[in-house]
């Protein structure tokens, strides 16, 4: 789970900027704030307002950018995608750090890293402890790195050998992160950090529309039924999502990886590639079958009509790519966080509420899946969805650089909608108004 993230020197974000999913003493919706032992509780869900070029969008993409770095496996002199803020001549010589704090397994760790577009700078991980003092595990300037074994717990005599090699030598590249250095070594003490970049931090940006799996367009699975059954709820006209094999040439690099799979796996063609269609091609009885995601509406004497998804409206294209990922979320056991840039693009705002209150309905004190969005839409903050805790801002300053703050900054007198349309919270956009003249 993500409990805490800050930023500073990226992009719009000058200054250091602090988001925090901590739950404040609200007593509302208190049945779906995840409990951590000895600790306060973690909100599920956040909505993050603002005007046009705010910050909303370079929020998230400042959680993308630190994913990239933890994850990347880049070539020796590849750049670091970090991306300073260029209205202050003094910034673009500093370097942009990025600081997480994550709940994995009821254990919480802090990560923090710093980078220019060559070299990581400073690199550190900590554990926290019940009594919220810090466990280091590691700590990395430039080029030297300082491993606190003592503090690692269980390890192996190998292990310690390894990571103190690892620390000592000239292994971790300048512009590669020692996290990532002691995977690609078979360390594994650090491994549950690096598979809570990988696996569980999810982010679909606005203009992703759906590529979803080959499981929700095979129509056996349950993935497919449960898809369906929600789909129809939302009066898209489609009946259902399936699928329909076709005949296509097909490049000789995706030949050689399909026939590279085992049986029964897929390569996925997405629209960008397959003139706006959806393509699934797999290998089955040693035959290569390439199929076409289709939707299936009905006629008017109750036979089906299917068609390329490519034919679909935006707004039903945005639905059927951002279902799989609010299912995996409403699922018990997951520990997904998910985070959507502009969710109500293209979407009716009864249609991203339905989709709101459908994981909220699944949210319990048990739940370890997360959704933050990043909303355009009002009507939101007069449905009695949100606690005031999940609720931010961002504001571009007159400097142009973004802050960000909480709608528990604000008193509350019951009417946040109407005070957020009044401009009393800041987060709209400043926009010149003009008289019509009879």
Not at 185 to 195: A, D, E, R, T
């Amino acid at each position: 789970m993500l409990i805490e993230f800050s930023v500073e020197n990226y992009k719009s974000f000058k200054e250091k900027v602090e988001f925090s999913m901590i739950a404040t003493n609200e007593n509302r919706y208190s049945g779906r704030v995840f409990a951590l032992p000895e600790n306060s509780g973690i909100l599920q869900i956040a909505s993050i307002y603002g005007g046009n070029a705010s910050g909303k969008s370079n929020f998230i993409s400042a959680l993308k950018t630190l994913q990239a770095i933890v994850l990347g496996n880049s070539m020796p002199q590849a750049a670091i995608a970090v991306d300073p803020f260029r209205l202050d001549n003094e910034c673009l010589k500093k370097e942009s750090t990025f600081d997480i704090k994550i709940s994995i397994n009821d254990k919480i760790y802090r990560y923090v890293v710093s980078a220019t577009n060559f070299k990581i700078v400073g690199e550190k991980l900590v554990q926290i402890c019940s009594d919220d003092s810090e466990k280091e595990l590691y700590e990395r300037n430039g080029s030297e790195v300082l491993i606190k074994t003592e503090n690692i717990g269980e390890i192996a005599n190998e292990q310690e050998d390894l990571l103190n090699f690892l620390a000592k030598s000239k292994a971790v590249r300048d512009n590669q992160t020692f996290l990532r250095t002691t995977l690609e070594f078979n360390v594994k003490s650090f491994l549950p950090v690096w598979n809570w970049f990988r696996s569980s931090l999810s982010i679909i940006d606005p203009n992703i529309n759906y590529q979803i799996g080959r499981e929700f367009i095979d129509e056996s699975s349950d993935a497919n039924k449960e898809l369906n059954r929600i789909l129809q709820s939302f009066d898209t006209g489609i009946s259902r999502i399936g699928s329909e094999q076709i005949d296509i040439q097909l490049p000789s690099n995706v030949v050689e990886q399909v026939y590279n799979l085992p049986e029964g796996r897929s390569v996925t063609l997405f629209p960008t590639f397959a003139n706006g269609d959806l393509i699934h091609i797999m290998r089955e009885g040693g035959k290569i079958i390439p199929k076409k995601a289709v939707s299936f509406h009905t006629k008017s004497d109750g036979e089906e009509a299917f068609f390329g998804l490519a034919n679909e409206s935006d707004g039903s294209k945005r639905v059927i790519g951002l279902l799989p990922a609010f299912m995996d979320i409403m699922s018990s056991n997951s520990n997904k966080v998910l985070l959507i840039d502009e969710v109500d693009r293209s979407l009716h705002t009864d249609l991203v509420s339905s989709l709101i209150e459908r994981y909220l309905s699944c949210c319990s004190k048990k739940t370890k899946s997360q959704l933050i969005v990043t909303t355009h839409n009002p009507l939101l903050l007069g449905q009695d969805i949100f606690r005031r805790d999940e609720v931010w801002f961002t504001e571009r300053g007159p400097g142009g650089h973004s802050d960000m703050f909480s709608l528990c900054s604000f008193e509350d007198n019951g009417e946040d909608m109407k005070n957020y349309l009044q401009g009393r919270f800041g987060g709209i956009p400043n926009v010149m108004r003009f008289i019509l003249e009879e």
